[in-house]
C-alpha cells in the first residue's frame, strides 16, 4: 500500500548513512537517524489514539526533532499543522480550537500556559524543547525505530496551514499530499536541485517557505542542509563557503549587503541564492550582483499554493518580477470586477489553477467559495501584470496585507485590539516602508473625547494576546482618520503621510 509523499520523500532514505543535517555544532545528522526518530515519534502518537486525519499541531523552537515530527505525521497520516512560535496563548487557543487538533507539541516554558488551551480543547500535551528534550522525546526513546507507513492517497491531507484573513479570524489551508508534492518536484527542475545541493537553511520551519520549498526539495533529492536555529549573519557568513544553495526572505539579503564580509570569493561556491515571501527591492537585487556576481533568483508563492511563478534558472533573472508561471501552474491576470482576463500588460488581480492549489479553507466552505473558483483558479488577492516579455510583476496587494520581514500581518487583528484599548475611539493600521524588514506596522490612533491614549499601556495590554512581530513599532494620534465619501478609511493616504517613518 502506497503513501506516496513518505515513499518519494521519505522511504527512499531509510538505511541511508548520508548526512541529512549539519546542525550548529558541526554534527551531522544522517538520513538514517532522523527517519528512526520520526518512526519512534509516529509511536507516541498511535499509541496516544491519534487516528489517520488527525491534526497534530506544532509550536517548538526550529531542530531536527521538530522536522522529525512533520515527518512522523507523512508516515502515520497525520495532518501536520506547524505555528509560529511568536504566537501567544491566546492566538494558539483558536488554531487548536478550530482545527479540533488532537495533540500540541509545545516547548516545556510554555506549558503551564497552554495547559488550559489543551484541556478546553480536549487535546493531549507533550513537550519538545530546543535541545530536543521533553516528554515527547521521553516517550520515543523506547518506541521501535521502524513504523508501518499508514498508506495515503495524493488527495489526503498532508498539512494545515493557517493563513491570516482580510476579515475575520485566521484560516487554516488544506494542503494535500499532491500539492507538497507536485511543486516540489517542479521546483526541483527548474532550480536544478542534485543530491550534491548542501542548502543553507536560516529560515523558520513553520512556514512553507522554509519548510515545504527548502526542505521538500532537500529531501526529494537527497542532498544536505546546514540547519541552523536563525538567522545570524555571522553564521551565514561562516558556512557560506561549505554551501552551494540558500532561500531567503528579502531581509536576509539586505542584512548580508550590510556586511563587508560579503564578497565573490565568500561565496564562490554557492550556484544558487532564491529569494521570496516578499518583493526583492531592484536595488537590492543589484547591489548583490556587484558584490558576489551572483544574481538572485526571485519566485512567488503563497501557504494556499505553494510557489507559483519563478525567474529561471537559465536566462534573464529579471529583477522587479517574479518570473514566469512554473511549468505545471496557469497563472491569468484578470479583472477584479468581471473576472475577465486583463490584455498583456495591464494590471489586475493575479488568479492561478494547478496541482499545487490547495483544495479550501479548513471547515470554510463559504471563504473557500469566495477565493477558489469552479473552474479551479485561486484567487490570489496580489495584484500584478505580465510584461511583453511573459515576465509577472506583482504590483500591489488588493488585499489589506502588511509583510514585515516575510511575516505576514493583517491589520484588521491589531485594530480591533487597537479599537478596545482605554481612550482609543478607532484606529488604523498600516505598513510603510522599512529598511530591514521591508515593511513595518504603523497604528493610527484616533483619541476618544478628551482622553490621550496611554502607549506603553496599550503596548503592554496588546502583548497578552498578540504575538511580538505584529505589533505596532509606530504610533501616531490624529485627530480623525481620512476617509473617502463612502466612508471607508483612505489607507493609501496614510502609507503616503507615513511613508517615511523608518528612513
Ligand atoms: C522578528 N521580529 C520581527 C520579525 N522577526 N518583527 C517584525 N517582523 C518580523 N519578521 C521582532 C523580534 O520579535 C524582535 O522584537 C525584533 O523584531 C528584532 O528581532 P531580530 O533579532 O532583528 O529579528 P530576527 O530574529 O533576526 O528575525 C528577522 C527575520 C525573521 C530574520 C527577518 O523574521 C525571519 O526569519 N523571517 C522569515 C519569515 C518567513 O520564513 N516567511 C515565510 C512566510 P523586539 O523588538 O522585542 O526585540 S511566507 C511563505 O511561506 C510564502 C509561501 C512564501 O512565498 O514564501
Ligand atoms: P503567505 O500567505 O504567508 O503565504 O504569503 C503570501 C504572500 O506573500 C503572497 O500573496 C504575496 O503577497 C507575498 N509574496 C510572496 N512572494 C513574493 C514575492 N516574491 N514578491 C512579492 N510578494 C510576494
Known amino acids: 500500500m502506497a503513501n506516496p509523499l513518505y515513499d518519494r520523500l521519505f522511504a527512499r532514505h531509510i538505511g541511508n548513512a548520508k548526512p ?94 497552554l495547559s488550559p488551551v489543551a484541556s478546553a480543547a480536549n487535546a493531549e500535551l507533550q513537550t519538545l524543547n530546543a535541545d530536543g528534550s521533553g516528554t515527547l522525546a521521553d516517550q520515543a526513546q523506547n518506541m521501535p525505530e521502524q513504523y508501518p507507513t499508514i498508506p495515503r492517497t495524493k488527495d489526503d491531507l498532508a498539512a494545515l496551514l493557517y493563513t491570516s484573513g482580510t476579515t475575520g479570524r485566521s484560516k487554516g489551508a488544506m494542503l494535500t499530499q499532491r500539492n507538497l508534492l507536485s511543486n516540489c518536484l517542479t521546483l526541483v527542475e527548474c532550480w536544478r536541485f542534485t543530491k550534491d545541493d548542501v542548502l543553507l537553511h536560516a529560515l523558520p520551519i513553520f512556514h512553507t517557505h522554509g519548510l515545504f520549498v527548502a526542505t521538500n526539495i532537500i529531501l526529494a533529492v537527497g542532498g544536505r542542509m546546514r540547519f541552523l536555529p536563525k538567522f545570524e549573519p555571522d ?18 539579503y539586505t542584512r548580508l549587503l550590510n556586511d563587508p564580509r560579503l564578497t565573490k570569493k565568500l561565496t564562490g561556491n554557492m550556484r544558487l ?43 534573464e533573472r529579471r529583477a522587479g518580477t517574479v518570473g514566469f508561471a512554473l511549468p505545471d501552474v496557469e497563472l491569468k491576470i484578470t479583472d477584479p470586477d468581471t473576472g475577465k482576463p ?26 473557500t ?40 500581518i493583517y491589520p484588521k487583528e491589531i485594530e480591533e485590539m487597537l479599537d478596545a484599548q482605554p481612550g482609543v475611539l478607532e484606529s488604523a493600521v498600516i505598513g510603510v ?25 496599550i503596548t503592554a495590554a496588546i502583548s497578552k494576546s498578540l504575538a511580538r512581530f505584529k505589533h505596532p513599532r509606530h504610533y501616531e494620534i490624529l485627530p480623525q482618520l481620512p476617509r473617502n465619501t463612502m466612508g471607508k478609511v483612505q489607507k493609501n493616504a496614510l502609507r503616503d503621510t507615513y511613508k517615511d517613518t523608518f528612513p
Request: aromatic residues 8%; glycine residues 10%; proline residues 7%.
Open 433 to 457: 516602508p522599512h529598511p530591514d524588514m521591508g515593511e513595518a506596522v504603523l497604528a493610527v490612533l484616533i483619541a476618544q473625547k478628551d482622553q490621550a491614549p496611554d502607549i506603553p499601556a
Open 273 to 315: 541564492f532564491i529569494s521570496g515571501s516578499a518583493p526583492l527591492l531592484t536595488d537590492t537585487h543589484e547591489e548583490f550582483k556587484a558584490r558576489t556576481g551572483h544574481e538572485i533568483l526571485e519566485r512567488y508563492g503563497m501557504t494556499e499554493t505553494n510557489m507559483n511563478t519563478s525567474n529561471p534558472y537559465n536566462g
Open 369 to 408: 467559495a469566495e477565493e477558489l473558483r469552479p473552474s479551479g483558479f485561486f484567487i490570489t488577492g496580489d495584484l500584478g501584470k505580465i510584461d511583453a516579455d511573459g515576465y509577472v510583476h506583482i504590483i500591489g496587494r488588493g488585499k489589506d496585507l502588511i509583510i514585515s520581514g516575510g511575516y505576514n
Open 235 to 252: 553564521q551565514i557568513i561562516a558556512h557560506l563557503p561549505d554551501a552551494t544553495t540558500m532561500m531567503g526572505v528579502p531581509t536576509f
Open 20 to 113: 541529512f543535517l549539519t546542525l550548529p555544532d558541526g554534527c551531522n545528522l544522517s538520513y538514517d537517524s532522523f527517519l528512526k526518530k520520526a518512526a519512534q515519534f509516529a509511536h507516541v502518537f498511535t499509541a496516544a489514539g491519534l487516528a489517520p486525519g488527525d491534526r497534530v499541531a506544532v509550536q517548538v523552537a526550529k531542530s531536527p526533532e521538530a522536522l522529525a515530527i512533520y515527518a512522523a505525521c507523512a508516515q502515520a497520516g497525520l495532518i501536520f499543522l506547524p505555528l509560529n512560535t511568536g504566537y501567544t496563548a491566546a492566538e494558539l487557543a483558536y488554531f487548536v480550537e478550530n482545527s479540533g487538533a488532537r495533540i500540541i507539541i509545545c516547548d516545556a516554558s510554555v506549558q503551564m500556559s
Open 342 to 367: 486583463m490584455p498583456v500588460g495591464e494590471v489586475g488581480q493575479i488568479e492561478v489553477r494547478g496541482p499545487n492549489v490547495f483544495t479550501g479553507y479548513w471547515q470554510m466552505p463559504e471563504k
